[in-house]
């Protein structure tokens, strides 16, 4: 069962890649050991996402939040 959501090629909640996500059961311990201590540093240094990931986007002919 898979619970990752991926948006931007990258799971938003564990920020995995889609091919990571894909194969993670037939990686060895090492690989994914090597892939947690990457996002690790990742989420120490701001994460994967853009700086406006989560930005409300507004709508330019109304001035307000897009519905």
Do not use: H, N
């Not at 690989?31 to 709508?59: C, Q």
């Amino acid at each position: 069962m898979s619970i990752c959501e991926v948006e931007q090629g990258r799971c938003i909640g564990c920020g995995r890649t889609e091919t990571e996500i894909t194969e993670w059961r037939d990686y060895p311990e090492a690989k994914r050991l090597a892939i947690m201590d990457r996002l690790d540093e990742e989420a120490a240094a701001g994460g994967w996402f853009a700086s406006d990931a989560f930005a409300t986007p507004v709508s330019r002919s109304a001035g307000k939040p897009d519905a």
